[in-house]
């Protein structure tokens, strides 16, 4: 036997974006334990470079956080199997009014590995085009330009927090800044 197997997965709440399972795991001392799993559709978040060299970022509120945070834009997939780069490009627009001339991709990311398996494609957009914001009716957005060492200061002094913003910047700043 595997050191560690699921035995059980029983579905506790089918939620908009994510769908949350009690798993029963069974480990090869013969225990057995409850762990929790979160089930994500996955999603794509967008490095979008301005041709000055500023970098894109969106203010929204945040529930769990219960305050606003400063981000790279994202969001989830449509359905699972879209492919990231079409959810980059729509999600990009959406939310800054900017598509992307170019976008390639910079880093996958799975966020919280313990409990969930959402993954992250993360994309550097450039020769940006203006276009319109196409927000949800419950979506407030806000955008601002930012220039790299603006949004590193930020991440060292904690007003940056959001896991894919702070890989996504640094490795940006490795890939294209350094």
Same mark, same amino acid.
């Given at each position: 036997m595997d050191e560690v197997r699921r035995i059980n997965r029983e579905l506790v709440h089918k939620g908009a974006v994510v769908d949350f399972y009690t798993d029963t795991m069974e480990f090869a001392n013969g225990h057995t334990a409850k762990w929790d799993y979160i089930e994500h559709k996955g999603a794509a978040a967008v490095v979008a470079v301005t041709d000055e060299g500023k970098i894109l970022m969106v203010r929204q509120y945040r529930n769990a956080l219960e305050r606003y945070t400063l981000e790279i834009p994202a969001g989830s997939l449509d359905r699972v199997g879209e492919p990231k780069i079409d959810c980059a490009f729509r999600e990009l627009e959406e939310e800054t009014g900017f598509r992307a001339g170019t976008l390639e991709p910079l880093l996958m990311l799975n966020t919280t590995v313990a409990f969930c398996n959402e993954l992250i494609g993360i994309f550097v957009a450039k020769d940006l085009i203006p276009s319109r914001?196409?927000?949800?009716?419950?979506?407030?957005?806000?955008?601002?330009? =930012?220039?790299?060492?603006?949004?590193?200061?930020? *991440?060292?002094?904690?007003? *940056?927090?959001?896991? +894919?913003?702070?890989?996504?910047?640094?490795?940006? +700043?490795? +890939? =294209?800044?350094?």
């Open positions: 914001q196409h927000l949800d009716e419950d979506e407030f957005v806000d955008v601002y330009a =930012y220039e790299l060492e603006e949004l590193l200061d930020m *991440i060292y002094s904690q007003k *940056i927090t959001d896991g +894919k913003t702070v890989a996504a910047l640094l490795a940006y +700043k490795v +890939k =294209y800044a350094s």
